[in-house]
């Protein structure tokens, strides 16, 4: 079974979020990854996960105002110093938190200047920082509307672009369903640029079961390509976490 990991913004909101790493070592996780940390304590979350064993996965680079607010500044013309900012906060959250990857956020923006925009910035945090592992991840049009990075093809032609070896694809098995129809032949096609990986039913973002995507059979994917990263559940429960952690028992 592939170590898995959960995401502490969405799973166990019942919580407060230092309480949040203990109940997923219960559930069963090894790993952890909370989106914006930057409004939280270091020390508080760097305690909370050794206390459990847990890893540190991932966390994205733009600030927690998350509600409304901006989906990154990577990709976007004149962004470069807000960008800059932003990407030299993460590294240091990410060095103190003991973070294995850092999720770069392209955000909302559409046309050549903002590819070029993507890349030299991409370019540029690669070389800043090369012993950091970066990822690029693909969202659907439904849910992120306006985002530059929608399309899995666009990603692998930007990661040959920039071809910085620390770079890598983050495989979101539900933006992949939303964005091509087949997240399995998406992964086949896609997968070998996978550095981390993350999974929510779809249509409706909710537990890893039923739905369009075939689960067990997407984590016979990774096994048969050799994938031994982590997968993190990236989902909104339908009801409790708690309640709806059955789905674990089907990924073995």
């Known amino acids: 079974m592939a170590r898995l990991a959960a995401n502490l ?4 909101t019942e919580l407060p979020m230092t309480e949040r790493f203990a109940a997923a070592r219960r559930a069963g996780f090894s790993g952890v990854e909370v989106l914006f940390p930057y409004d ?30 901006p989906r990154g500044f990577a990709a976007i013309p004149g962004g470069e110093d807000r ?21 770069v956020m392209a955000g909302r923006a559409q046309g050549p200047e903002a590819r070029q925009s993507f890349i030299r910035n991409l370019s540029w945090a690669a070389a800043r920082a090369p012993q950091a592992s970066l990822l690029i991840e693909p969202a659907n049009a439904a849910d992120l509307p306006g985002y530059f990075l929608d399309d899995f093809d666009l990603a692998a032609e930007i990661l040959d672009e920039v ?11 539900y933006h992949a369903q939303r964005i091509t129809g087949d997240a399995l032949s998406c992964w086949d096609r896609h997968g070998a640029r996978a550095r981390h990986v993350q999974i929510a039913g779809a249509p409706g973002r909710h537990e890893p079961l039923g739905g369009d995507i075939d689960y067990p059979a997407f984590f016979r994917r990774l096994a048969a390509a050799g994938y031994d990263g982590f997968v993190s559940a990236e989902y909104i429960p339908a009801t409790t976490t708690e309640a709806g952690l059955g789905w674990l028992m089907g990924m073995g």
């Open 83 to 103: 960008f800059r900012r932003d990407f030299d906060r993460a590294l240091r959250f990410a060095g103190e938190l003991g973070a294995r990857h850092i999720h």
């Open 40 to 69: 939280l304590a270091t020390r508080e979350l760097t305690r909370a996960a050794r206390a459990e064993g847990l890893e540190f996965v991932a966390l994205n680079t733009p600030p927690p105002n998350w509600a409304g607010g």
């Open 163 to 173: 071809g910085a070896p620390n770079i890598g694809l983050q495989f979101d098995a």
């Open 9 to 12: 913004t969405f799973l166990f």
